[in-house]
């Protein structure tokens, strides 16, 4: 059967563009779906949206709604990354600043005044005060991690990544300005900054400078300037003033050298807040935003997504605007509009990730962070917009139905040189239904340092550590160190589609896929039908593996299906061992149920919104299976 489809694959070729071409072989549909007989332990009717009724209902004429872009993202034009439009002057002076011409080098002879600040930021992203309140009881709170301050090494090799993030990026600011007012927390940042200072006097090659570790705290340092300034030393008022005034300057010439692009984009994002707040600050505000459009152009996607698919990531961006947005507020001026446009583009991929109980779902190594924290940071960027359903390039699939929310990862990983605490995920799913987590992915990969030892996280990063299908348990796309990922699923082929029913709520929408990650090694490819009824009560699914290319097919391969669980789920297996009902947490009742092999239920783990490992479990089909391919089908379904 000819269908319509869409090929995703790695920005080698000028977009992501449509193809045309079969998505499954004849063996793909040799086996039917689920066998729902009369089995007293399966109390489900036999539904009409079988796999076999929907192949013979897509070749009738109208029943079938042609895939066009669902709810496309703006797509971001040239425009949008073009510098700033300013005058043939102050071109010059941009110019002049990036050769290293300030305002002193103009003015040799002049005096040079004391670094001070023009204005006062008002924070727009409120911290956490529980985080605050162990900060000033002389704890850094870390993913359910207390760690001393007093032990903390504020120079030296390198610590875990969320808090080399926390110590050297300054984050603690916010959660500590949250907790009391300013005159109980001051001596407890100055002490802090103090410590700091004494054991960095100098840039060197530590983490401590780190292009994204020095925008962050000079971020920090300049929003929160009255916690750390309001005490009564001046000495140490003066010594801090001096620290912004440096670190400024060593980033106005290292921020080519950041890690990675958001890294980079942190840079010019403090370049330009410096700018704005430090005096003699317009020609380092011109050079600043000329380069943060042009490397917000360099992360982010046609679609309004970050190349590296993470949402920790496309939070952060987003954190970096409004509160650079917060630094021009301050100082009574208008922002470039590409970085309201920016912004604007930047929501709509976020909000579809999230689950009905509007927390985040664990995509690229994120925890789910709580609804709380996302809601503060739409309502803080001022946009308002809907989720992205049908997102290509960023990669997530969305389908609401009902109380049902369905998130499907249909795209390759990202690059190595984009990636920040990747994940083999491709074709992964999670599933909700109101506030209930049902089908889930591990998460917690970007939460390595808490709770979440690091050998722990290198495994939340693997395929297995999602809701998808897995060959002799190896990774679909390779798992490498620091966050990185290797070779594998190159490309991935997506096709939805809206299917009419006869009668309200019958309908559904059908979300087929494929992957190449375990083609080089097997010569099979992975093909996922997800479809999900208008009314959020039934999901079906189908996982086959069709021959590809000249790759023996002799021999056996292991194949293991899991369907990690959301936490506080009650189970109870079918005297058949090929089912097992659900018992939610919010009363309601689901029934999993395989259609060829025996379903058990094993061990797992799920990181919270505070990044905190919280034992589940999880549904897992394994066969033993020829080389040549095989189909595989389940069902989920809601009974009460």
Same mark, same amino acid.
């Given at each position: ?22 998505? @499954? ?33 897509? #070749? ?21 990354? #073009? ?14 600043? /990036? ?91 100055? /002490? ?25 705290? %000079? ?56 700018? %704005? ?5 317009? *020609? ?44 021009? #507020? ?46 503060? +940071?739409?309502? @803080? ?46 074709? *992964? ?16 990969? @970007? ?17 297995? @550590?999602? #809701? ?113 009902? +659900? ?12 259609? /060829? ?44």
């Amino acid at each position: 059967m000819h269908r319509p489809g869409h090929t995703i694959a790695h920005r080698a070729a000028a977009g992501f563009d449509a193809a045309h071409g079969d998505v @499954a072989g004849d063996d793909a549909g040799t086996r039917m779906a689920i066998p729902l007989g009369p089995d007293a332990e399966y109390q489900a009717q036999q539904s009409e949206l079988t796999f076999a009724a929907i192949e013979a209902r897509m #070749s009738e004429p109208g029943q079938l709604n042609e895939p066009g872009v669902i709810e496309p993202g703006r797509a971001l034009a040239l425009a949008d990354f #073009s510098p700033p439009q300013v005058s043939t002057g102050e071109r010059l002076v941009r110019l002049a600043y /990036r050769f290293g011409l300030g305002p002193r080098a103009l003015n040799p002879f002049g005096k040079r005044a004391a670094p001070r600040l023009t204005a006062t930021v008002a924070n727009p992203l409120p911290g956490d005060a529980a985080k605050g309140t162990a900060v000033r009881a002389g704890h850094f709170l870390l993913h359910g991690l207390k760690a001393p301050i007093a032990d903390i090494e504020f120079t030296g090799p390198r610590l875990a990544p969320p808090l080399e993030r926390l110590v050297h990026g300054f984050s603690w600011l916010p959660d500590l300005e949250a907790c009391a007012a300013r005159v109980q927390c001051t001596g407890v940042a100055e /002490r802090i900054l103090g410590r700091w200072l004494t054991a960095n006097p100098r840039p060197d090659a530590t983490p401590a400078w780190d292009v994204g570790n020095v925008a962050h705290r %000079l971020l920090g340092w300049l929003i929160h300037a009255p916690l750390i300034l309001s005490g009564q030393d001046r000495k140490f008022r003066s010594r801090a003033l001096h620290a912004f005034d440096t670190t400024a300057s060593w980033l106005d010439r290292n921020v080519g050298r950041a890690e990675d692009k958001l890294s980079e984009v942190a840079g010019w994002t403090a370049i330009t807040a410096a700018g %704005l707040l430090l005096a003699d600050g317009r *020609a380092r505000r011109l050079y600043g935003e000329a380069g943060l459009v042009h490397a917000l152009g360099d992360l982010v996607g046609d679609d309004g997504g970050v190349l590296s698919r993470s949402p920790l990531c496309q939070i952060e961006a987003i954190e970096l605007l409004v509160r650079l947005k917060a630094c021009y #507020s301050a100082v009574r001026t208008e922002p470039p509009s590409q970085i309201d446009t920016i912004l604007g583009v930047l929501v709509p991929p976020l909000l579809a990730v999230l689950h009905g109980d509007g927390a985040l779902s664990a995509w690229q190594g994120a925890p789910a962070l709580p609804a709380s924290r996302i809601q503060s +940071l739409i309502k @803080a960027s001022g946009v308002r917009t809907r989720p992205l359903r049908d997102a290509r390039q960023w990669g997530y699939q969305r389908v609401a139905a009902q109380r049902s929310i369905l998130l499907f990862d249909s795209a390759p990983p990202p690059v190595a040189r984009h990636a920040r605490d990747g994940c083999a995920s491709t074709l *992964a799913f999670e599933f909700s239904h109101g506030p209930e987590r049902i089908i889930v992915n591990c998460g917690g990969g @970007a939460c390595a340092g808490g709770l979440i030892p690091l050998r722990l996280a290198q495994g939340l990063r693997a395929t297995a @550590a999602h #809701s998808t299908l897995t060959i002799d348990d190896l990774n679909s796309t390779a798992v490498l160190i620091n966050g990185k990922l290797g070779t594998g699923v190159s490309e991935v082929d997506i096709d939805r589609r809206t299917l009419s029913g006869d009668a309200p709520g019958t309908g559904a929408t059908r979300l087929e896929a494929s992957h190449n990650g375990y083609v080089s090694r097997y010569g099979l490819t992975h093909r996922r039908i997800l479809i999900l009824r208008d009314d959020g009560t039934e999901l079906r699914g189908e996982d086959s593996l069709v021959p590809t290319g000249r790759k023996g097919k002799r021999g056996t391969i292991a194949v293991i299906l899991r369907f990690h669980l959301g936490p506080h789920i009650e189970l109870a297996k079918g005297r058949d061992g090929m089912g097992v009902t +659900l018992a939610l947490p919010d009363g309601s009742l689901w029934q999993f149920r395989s259609g /060829r092999d025996l379903v058990t239920v094993e061990e797992s783990l799920w990181a919270d919104g505070q990044g905190r490992p919280i034992g589940t479990r999880q549904l897992v089909i394994t066969a033993k299976v020829s080389r040549s391919g095989e189909t595989f089908s389940w069902l989920l379904k809601k009974m009460r």
